[in-house]
């Protein structure tokens, strides 16, 4: 490969990243909600990007199941129903509250260490403050996911950090932003947190599955509304 090709395709994946990390903040905040359709041109245009970069920002969303193509019908962003969402926060409430459980004991102090500082970065978020929403990034920036990792137990990890990962933090986001939830939210964290640093598996468990209990209920709330 020449020189100017390998130029190229680092400014491809570097555009590429962009895009797919804009487009994916766009689609879990929900400022392009569940089961809109989109198209390519107006999706470069938002964007500020060509084709290319985009096609390969669509491909990785859509292995992670934010984004469905369907022939000749065109993009979809993901959604959940109702009864299906209601069905995994049930799973979340059991599998969760036992990854916490497994946190308060397998959990190093470093990495407990790592969870306060988190919360401390998250508490520092503008929207948060404000009480409008509380957003997470993935991965080791999210609060759930080093809960998860903390249990040191790969079954449940791969079970709970799976594919419905990235479209379960979509919903997470926008409950997150009802009325009173995100400081709400935030406490019941830091209680977490403070049961997990004083290695008791009963009460980080009972903790955690109560804070995704009181999320499902909100759903809830929302749709009888």
């Not at 469905?68 to 962003?77: F, K, L, N, S």
Request: proline share 3%; net charge neutral.
């Amino acid at each position: 490969m020449y020189k100017s090709d390998i130029d190229d395709d680092k400014s491809l994946r570097t555009s590429a990243d962009r895009v797919f990390e804009a487009l994916q903040d766009a689609i879990v905040r929900g400022d392009i909600p569940p089961g809109a359709r989109v198209g390519e041109t107006e999706l470069a245009e938002r964007f500020g990007t060509s084709r290319g970069p985009l096609r390969e920002a669509l491909r990785r969303l859509e292995a992670r199941r934010l984004v469905e193509r369907t022939p000749h019908v065109g993009i979809r962003i993901a959604s959940l129903g109702h009864a299906a969402l209601m069905e995994i926060y049930y799973v979340r409430e059991a599998l969760e509250g036992m990854a916490a459980r497994l946190a308060a004991l397998h959990m190093t102090s470093e990495e407990v260490a790592g969870l306060k500082v988190l919360l401390a970065t998250h508490e520092q978020d503008e929207a948060l403050k404000a009480d409008m929403a509380y957003f997470q990034r993935e991965g080791d920036l999210d609060f759930h996911y080093r809960v998860i990792q903390g249990s040191h137990n790969t079954a449940l990890t791969q079970l709970l950090i799976g594919e419905l990962y990235h479209r379960i933090r979509m919903y997470r986001y926008q409950i997150s932003a009802y009325p009173k939830r995100p400081q709400k939210a935030f406490g019941e964290h830091q209680r977490i947190v403070e049961a997990i640093e004083a290695r008791d598996g009963d009460l980080a468990e009972m903790l955690m599955r109560r804070h995704i209990s009181a999320a499902r209920q909100t759903i809830e709330k929302q749709q009888q509304g």
